[in-house]
């Protein structure tokens, strides 16, 4: 039984998290969904609660697929699930140097490997922090999350996307 992670903080999950999510799932037996706050990100816009409730909604289809909140360090998390890989999306070169740091921290820790995945051109712009802030201006995000996601983003910006009113 191959466990997979498939860490991040998905505020909210976007449409180049769900291919990520849903390519992983076909390489390993069992794939969780590792949600957690960034220390690095201060501004959250959904509570961990509710990001677990948007990546269950929109990883049904997935029967090899779950979703868990953790704290702490990823790696204690990854071993206790008895996990054997982490897996992640790289976008550009922009994200190699992160990624690869804490992919070679996370392996001097645990020996965990972690295995990258290149994202699909289409969504190699996405990213959740731009997904929040052009939704929050009422820009239209509405092709670059999955529904369900944007129907929520709509709900917190008081039905029209803009934040004029939030
Ligand atoms: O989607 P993100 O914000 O890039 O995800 C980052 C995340 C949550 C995967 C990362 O911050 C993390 O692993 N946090 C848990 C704490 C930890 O293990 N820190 C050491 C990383 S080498």
Excluded: W
């Amino acid at each position: 039984m191959a466990t997979a992670l498939c860490p991040g903080s998905f505020d909210p999950v976007t449409n180049g998290h769900l291919d990520i999510i849903e390519r992983t799932a076909r390489h390993f037996d069992d794939v969780i969904v590792a949600v957690s706050r960034n220390p690095q990100k201060t501004k959250s816009l959904f509570t961990l609660e509710i990001r677990q409730e948007m990546l269950r909604e929109v990883t049904d289809h997935l029967p090899n697929v779950r979703i868990e909140l953790f704290t702490g360090l990823l790696v204690d998390f990854a071993r206790d699930q008895g996990a054997m890989a982490i897996v992640k999306g790289l976008r550009a070169i922009s994200d190699f140097d992160y990624e690869l740091q804490m992919a070679q921290m996370n392996q001097q820790l645990s020996g965990i490997d972690t295995f990258f995945i290149s994202t699909s051109p289409q969504y190699s712009f996405l990213s959740s922090s731009l997904v929040r802030e052009v939704a929050r201006f009422g820009g239209d995000v509405s092709t670059m999350i999955p529904k369900s996601v944007h129907a929520r983003l709509l709900e917190l910006f008081d039905g029209d996307a803009s934040g004029k009113g939030a």
